[in-house]
């Protein structure tokens, strides 16, 4: 135990001994006195806020600006867009039109085809029926009475212009 003790009393002179060793801690430098203000320096100091305030007063000014420029530009898109939107439905009714339109003259051209059909067709047999008409007349008039050789006597034949002037105006009559 007596050796415990032994270290110990040797840790504690140690600790002691390194503790009277030791410089002291340096002492703080005072602060500086605060500088003293003139009115001069209060001055300088109220004109660079004024003028900072100044600043930002334009710069807000600046900024509403903008933002009325902006405002306006987004109208005028908007404004672009709806037009463009109006052009389009425009165009797409426009285009249904025509097509219908198309379908119409289409349909118009086959019609005017039929009608051609039907005039050439119409124009031949009235070709085949005045040349067969000498040989009627020659049967009906050894058979016929005098008043249906009246009738046969002077047929009407008509070119293909005139029978289709003749069927436009009057079909009933052909």
């Known amino acids: 135990m007596k050796s415990a003790w032994q270290v110990c009393a040797i840790f504690f002179l140690a600790t002691g001994l390194v503790a009277q060793t030791s410089t002291a801690p340096k002492p703080r430098k005072p602060k500086p006195a605060a500088a003293t203000l003139t009115a001069a320096d209060v001055q300088a100091l109220k004109d660079a ?6 600043a930002l007063a334009q710069q807000q000014q600046q900024l509403q600006e903008l933002r009325d420029e902006l ?11 709806t037009s463009a939107a109006d052009a ?10 025509a097509s219908q339109q198309q379908q119409t003259v289409t349909e118009l ?14 124009v031949v047999t009235l070709q ?10 020659r049967r009906f008039t050894s058979r016929a009475s005098p008043s249906l050789l009246v009738a046969f006597s ?3 034949v008509y070119t293909a212009r005139a029978l289709w002037r003749r069927m436009s105006t009057h079909p009933s009559t052909l």
């Open 71 to 81: 405002h306006h530009r987004d109208q005028v898109v908007e404004q672009a867009q």
């Open 154 to 156: 002077r047929p009407k």
């Open 109 to 122: 051209k086959g019609d005017v085809t039929d009608l051609k059909t039907n005039m050439a067709s119409t």
């Open 88 to 97: 389009g439905s425009k165009a797409d009714a426009a285009q249904a039109q």
């Open 49 to 54: 806020i004024a003028s900072q305030q100044a």
């Open 128 to 137: 085949e029926t005045r040349r067969s008409l000498p040989r009627l007349r």
